[in-house]
């Protein structure tokens, strides 16, 4: 059976999002490819240090038990484009 990006969507939307919410945070779908997931944390819970805790104790939970045959979910992360800025600002001096 192929799993869709609506039946990943459905189950993060029932089993994850709420608990998110109530952070500031979401996931968002990256890709499925080779029954690999990656996900990424956006709002309060990007670049969160419980981000991969979340991932570990929520998103991997619910998404493994309701696909069993994605094998992994990947948090991808990357910094934050203004944080990124502020960053070499201060290097040059800029602040």
Sequence with gaps: MDITRKQI??????KVRPSLAAH???VIVLSLENDVL???LTGKCSGCPAAHSTNEELISLEISQAFPA???IILVEET???LLTMAHKILNHQL
């Design 70 to 72: 994605i094998k992994d």
């Design 80 to 82: 934050n484009p203004e």
């Design 24 to 26: 500031g945070g979401n």
């Design 9 to 14: 969507e459905s189950v993060l939307d029932a």
């Design 38 to 40: 990656r996900v990424r």
